[in-house]
Structures are given as structure tokens and as C-alpha cells.
């Protein structure tokens, strides 16, 4: 149904559940304009899921997008045992599917990927190893530095998905790290729908992933986008700075944040970030 957002023309906003690669059931969102001029599929991070980006979703939407966005296999309101991957290309067919029915719903128009914090890491793998074809990727926050957990850490949660793949263990997130905006912290701490746990297979996966994405960025074909606050506590700066060095794709571009922490979208400059993030995409029409 449509719906009328303050500050814009009327939105036509759905959620529906559909079936990933494997039959899965996950939930689904969009967001688009009567006539929109470009599509946009957002990828959520990691405990979170795809209602936490209306505000950005509905903001983009206001200026021509057609946005969807999906709750990850054991996130939010999508199906699967809760904060637990078997393989981390269960996360590509799945976006692998959503992307197929985003482009199948706008196909005259340019396609782009956002992905944050762990959905950063997902869209990366997805350049490197499916070669999409799209118009160009964003990431914010990108999980992609293979130093970002200690040894032990790592070690532990290889060893333990070995022998306890399902093993729940705590996810050691700093929530302060998020956002400077207290009310956004308070938020997420309150969510029904956000977990504080990882199983020790989901633990191992994507770091592992992180690792062997990490030193393929000359496999990325389309324009990239990378942004970052350089105070993320959650997903080192580091990361981002460390890939985009590699990157040799025309238009890509790295735009670090002196003061904001993980959560770019949610900071008091989000209307700075999305703007931003816009022009970019209108640079390249």
C-alpha cells in the first residue's frame, strides 16, 4: 500500500516473506516512488535486520530509489536457526535471490548494492567470487579486516565449530561503539529483534571469509563506494583502507569519517552520510 512520508512524495512500502536459494523463508522490505530512476538493495549486518534502516530506506526512496532490503537467514523475521550459518555461501545464494528479484522488479534500471558492517564483508565476497552484474557497490563499516579479532578468539571459534558448530558464544560487541547518538544505542539494546550471540560455526565463517576476501580487492569489475567512520571500534577503518588499496575499478572512491563510529547510517551526520553516498551514485549516471 502507499504511503504518505513527511517530506516527500507518497511511497509504496511492502514486506513479504519469499524463499532464499534453498527454500528458506526470508522477510523482505521495500521501499520505492511511483516512478523511481535507479534500484537499491540494501544488506543488513551482523544481530541486526532490515527494519533498522526505514529512516535511510524511506530517505533514499523520497529522492528516486527503489530500495529493498531483507532480513538475513537466522535474523530479524527470516527463517533458520537464530545467529547461525552453516557456510558463508548460504549468505551469497541468498543475496544471490534477492538480487534477482530486485533487478526482475526494476530491470530498465542502474542496480547498486549497500552493504554494512558484516553485509560490507557479504557484498565484497559477492564482487570477488559471483561478478555481479550491477551498476556499482557501497559498503559501510565493511567487516573485511582480517585482524579484527584477536588470535584467540579466532582459534576458539574454529576449534569449537569443529567439534560444536551450533555452540552459542557471545559476540564480545562494545555497543557504545555503535553510534554517538544515545537514543540509537538505547535502540538497538531494546530491539526484540537484534541477538548478542553467534554460534561458534557463524563465528568461524566469516572470519574466515574476511581472510580470503581481504586480498582480492583487484577482483572488484564495478565502481565501489567504501565509507567508514575512522572511530569504529566494532569494524577497524583499517579494513576498508587496507582493500580500497587494491581496488583498481574506475569511479571507486574511500571516504573515511574523522569522528563517527560503526554505525555511519545512525550518527548524528546520517544526513551528511546519505547525502554523500547519493551524489556518488549520481556521479556515475
Known sequence: MASAVEGGPALRRTETTVKGADGLPLFRRTWSPLTPSRSVLLVHGYAEHSGRYETMASWMARRGAAVSAYDHRGHGRSGGRRAHLRSFDEYLDDLDSML?????????????????????????????????????????????????VSRFRAATAR???????????GSGLDLDGLSR????????????????????????????TAVRTASRAADVKVPLLMLHGEEDSLCAARGSREFFGGVASEGSHLRIYPELRHEIFNEPEQQEVYADLWQWLESLD
Open 100 to 148: 534477482l528479484r530486485a533487478k526482475a522488479e526494476q530491470p530498465t534500471l542502474p542496480c547498486h548494492l549497500v552493504g554494512h558492517s558484516m553485509g560490507g564483508l557479504i557484498t565484497l565476497t559477492y564482487l570477488v567470487e559471483r561478478d555481479p552484474v550491477i551498476h556499482s557497490a557501497v559498503t559501510s563499516g565493511a567487516a573485511i579486516d582480517p585482524n579484527g
Open 159 to 169: 576449534a569449537l565449530r569443529r567439534v560444536w558448530p551450533t555452540l552459542r558464544m
Open 181 to 208: 547518538n544515545p537514543e540509537v544505542v538505547e535502540q538497538y539494546r531494546a530491539d526484540p529483534l537484534v541477538f548478542r550471540e553467534m554460534t561458534a560455526s557463524l563465528g568461524a565463517e566469516v572470519l574466515s
